[in-house]
């Protein structure tokens, strides 16, 4: 943890504690007094009805709407068409493109990419990367922090007629970051002679992360001789496809002895296609273990706004002793399927989800 | 009974901002924490003879006030998903960016490690007084407030996490 935590909390509370607009003390006395007398007619019952519907409610929400970008401003014979996402990708090279139609003849112009300013504590530098049709690769840009944005420029020799950029986009974005995240808007801005020739830029737009559930997350207990199954879902809420790494852990306990021996005479499996495959002895972990990924069951490719699902099972003898533990599924973006410099993309963004079974 | 009325105002004026504060770190949600703080003073009123005898009325409201934002949350959905989904929200214009990630950080630790922590370090009360106000023994409170560091540290610094590491979070508690 840094050093300062402690001074940082207690600065933040303040601030906190000082823009918070109290209810007037008038209407929490009045709201005393209802209750009191709500619950001397025993009516308390809608109360509790009034908070979980708001609950409820917070957990839906709306879906995400389709952005689209602003009037491009066009100079001098220039036009420009941008093309990026609604919703990033989190740690992930985002494919963002625009297309520059020049009417007045070749030059050579200097591109802007400008990310915008993130309003959080940024200790990751935004990367930009794009194609050169010249060489095949993806060509690092360098980025520099100003007061307006990040921004990423090179120069550019444009010809008559269409002229397409394709680029990837690392966003500046912290580990703990919010999920999701809003996004300043994305600019492009053309220059030619130190002028602006053309500019176009996106709406506000939002950076998520990959969703991690089991279906049902209640206790789940069972008897001896018995098979289970279970389902974990992985979404991704970006307008972004990538490919993604699924692990699977089993955690088993003693109840009486702690964490100390995992249950290795019950079968896990999950499902490949059509057919059960026992987890590896890595999927077993004992508690004591300082790096246990668990076993890579599968690597993905989650389309924009796709799920994933996949099945497992346990079958627990009649002899096995009893267990507690939790079932885990870890999703992160596979590094190695990313375009561009898999290199600097080594921060991958993690769903981790957990489900606690017992062997009785 | 009578209830005094003039102390439970002097009361609420000079502790309900600390308090929404300090449920605010341990909950990541300012409207939650405002709603559970303002429910949990309303109680305090109900019974404002009793808990104006308290040692540590302000305790005893931070208590109520958790317990409320738990037992209303917990009828609808998991904490933990709630958290997942929706990560820190949209109500933290103005706060400074390190908070802000501090924040997001504390959301993504375990409940009661959250709150040790925050009692701890915000609050700044002792392992045995979180102990009593938590109700948990005091072994359970130190190693609470060990893994919720330990939990933290990664998610405040710039490197990457690594499976591993929030799977023997998650199992820490095993």
Redesign the interface.
């Known amino acids: 943890m840094p050093e300062d935590f402690e001074s940082m909390l207690r600065t933040g509370a303040l601030a906190v504690a000082e823009a918070t607009k109290p209810v007037a003390v008038d209407l929490v006395r009045a709201r005393g007094d209802r209750r009191q007398r709500r619950k001397m007619v025993a009516s308390v019952v809608v109360a509790i009805a009034v908070i979980a519907g708001g609950a409820a409610t917070a957990v839906g929400g709306p879906p995400a709407e389709h952005r689209h970008p602003s009037p491009a401003i066009s100079r001098e014979g220039f036009s420009l068409r941008l093309s990026a996402p609604a919703s990033y990708a989190f740690r992930v090279p985002n494919p963002v493109s625009f297309t520059i139609d020049d009417s007045a003849g070749a030059r050579t112009v200097i591109v802007e990419i400008n990310l915008g300013k993130t309003h959080y504590a940024v200790y990751r530098k935004a990367v930009v990367e794009r194609f050169d049709q010249a060489t095949g690769r993806w060509r690092n840009l360098r980025v520099t922090h100003t007061r307006s944005g990040w921004i990423a420029s090179y120069p550019l020799r444009v010809g008559t007629g269409l002229t397409r950029q394709r680029l990837l986009v690392v966003l500046a974005v912290p580990f703990s970051a919010p999920n999701p995240f809003v996004l300043p808007p994305l600019a492009v801005v053309i220059r030619s002679g130190g002028e602006i020739v053309a500019e176009q830029r996106t709406s506000a737009a939002e950076a998520v992360e990959l969703l991690g559930a089991w279906q049902g997350t209640t206790y789940s207990q069972i008897d001896r001789g018995q098979t289970r199954e279970f389902a974990f879902t992985v979404h991704n809420p970006a307008s972004v496809r990538y490919p993604v790494q699924l692990y699977f852990v089993a955690a088993f306990c003693r109840k009486a002895h702690g964490c100390s021996q995992a249950a290795l005479g019950d079968q896990f499996q999950w499902l490949d296609g059509r057919i059960w495959q026992p987890a590896a002895a890595s999927a077993y972990l004992i508690n004591g273990a300082s790096d246990g990924n668990g076993e890579l069951l599968k690597t993905v490719l989650l389309p924009a706004h796709g799920s994933f699902m996949i099945r497992f099972r346990i079958i627990v003898s009649l002899t096995s002793p009893s267990f507690v533990g939790q079932l885990i599924v870890s999703a992160t973006p596979d590094s190695s399927g990313l375009p561009g410099s898999a290199a600097l993309y080594l921060a991958p963004a993690l769903t981790t989800a957990t489900f606690p079974i017992g062997i009785n | 009974v009578v209830r005094d009325?003039g102390s439970?105002?002097e009361f609420?004026?000079s502790s309900?901002?600390?308090v929404?504060?300090?449920l605010?770190?341990i909950t990541g949600n300012?409207a939650d924490a405002?709603d559970a703080?303002?429910?949990a003073?309303?109680?305090?009123?109900?019974r404002w003879t009793r808990v104006s005898g308290y040692d540590d009325p302000e305790g005893w409201v931070r208590t109520v006030a958790y317990r409320t934002f738990v037992s209303?949350?917990r009828?609808?959905?998991?904490r933990?998903?709630?958290h997942?989904?929706?990560?820190?929200?949209?109500d933290?214009a103005?706060?400074?960016?390190?908070?802000?990630?501090?924040?997001?950080?504390l959301r993504?630790i375990q409940a009661d490690q959250r709150r040790a922590i925050?009692l701890h370090?915000?609050v700044g009360l002792s392992v045995e007084q979180i102990a009593r106000e938590t109700g948990a023994p005091a072994g359970t409170v130190k190693a609470r407030l060990a893994r919720g560091?330990r939990a933290?540290?990664?998610?405040?610094?710039?490197g990457?996490?690594?499976?591993?590491q929030?799977?023997?979070e998650?199992?820490g508690d095993?």
Do not use: C
């Not at chain 2, 003073?41 to 109900?46: D, G, K, L, V």
């Not at chain 2, 933290?152 to 710039?158: F, G, H, K, T």
């Open positions: 009325q439970f105002d609420y004026a309900v901002r600390r929404t504060s300090q605010h770190a300012r405002e703080v303002a429910d003073y309303a109680r305090a009123w109900q209303s949350w009828k609808a959905v998991s933990n998903m709630a997942r989904r929706h990560g820190a929200s949209a933290e103005g706060l400074s960016p390190d908070y802000v990630a501090i924040i997001a950080a993504q925050v370090h915000l560091r933290l540290a990664p998610l405040l610094s710039d990457p996490p690594r499976p591993g929030l799977i023997q998650v199992i095993a």
